[in-house]
């Protein structure tokens, strides 16, 4: 089954204590992304790839780190996490070739809550 | 610079009913497409149509249709005969040929209520 997975689904953690959010596709695609979705503003990208290696930032990058290491995992780090970034995560990813059709298939969510 | 903007924080219709959701967007690229995403409260996200600004004809997904209107710049999506499964947060977004195939720019969103 094509599926973007995400790890944890939930997590609790304290004000500065380093984090990894897990992301994975199985679907060979190029682009993958990170974005956070907050109450009255929609989602915003965090950070994005284009493929191996290739990273840039997205609207909201402060606070963030990534790496793509791999074609299928692009993991979203949080080295010093803070009460705003408490918020639910999303990553996704999408076929390349300039087509504004590429759907992007979306994980199921990550729920942080920074205390 | 992409906008999308949705006026309309919360909507209510009853069960059966139609209903459209509105989406205005404002784009310098020559091609872009946009979409509608639902997200009902399991937090998912649920793609559900499709629009390119060169397509002719409003897309439809079953019960789902987009009103295109290009010249207005707006794209609303029209749920017709409304489940109570319909009750979830929508997007609307889009991705523009300039502005890198990776990326989705949102708006706000709509939160549909339907009642019996």
């Known amino acids: 089954e094509a599926q973007v997975t995400q790890n944890p689904r939930y997590l609790i953690t304290v004000t500065g204590k380093k984090l990894t959010v897990t992301c994975s596709q199985n679907?060979?695609?190029?682009?993958m992304s990170w974005y956070r979705q907050d109450p009255g503003l929609g989602l915003r990208q965090i950070y994005y790839?284009?493929?191996?290696?290739?990273?840039d930032k997205g609207d909201v990058p402060e606070g963030y780190k990534v790496s793509r290491k791999e074609k299928r995992n692009f993991p979203l780090i949080l080295e010093s996490p803070s009460p705003n970034q408490t918020s639910l995560y999303f990553c996704a990813s999408t076929t390349s070739g300039r087509s504004t059709y590429n759907e992007q298939f979306f994980g199921p969510g990550t729920r942080l809550t920074v205390l | 610079a992409q906008k999308i903007t949705q006026t309309q924080p919360g909507m209510f219709v009853q069960e059966k009913e139609a209903v459209t959701l509105d989406c205005t967007y404002d784009t310098s690229d020559p091609s872009y497409g946009l979409f509608w995403y639902k997200q009902p409260s399991s937090g998912e996200m649920i793609f559900l149509i499709y629009?390119?600004?060169?397509?002719?004809q409003n897309a439809t997904e079953g019960r789902y249709s987009l009103n295109f209107q290009k010249a207005r710049k707006s794209a609303n999506l029209v749920i017709s005969a409304s489940q109570l499964g319909d009750s979830a947060m929508y997007f609307c977004a889009m991705r523009g040929v300039n502005s890198g195939y990776s990326t989705l720019t949102f708006g706000k969103g709509t939160m549909l209520l339907v009642s019996p």
């Open positions: 679907m060979n695609h190029e682009y």
């Open positions: 629009q390119g600004s060169y397509d002719q």
């Open positions: 790839s284009m493929n191996v290696e290739v990273t």
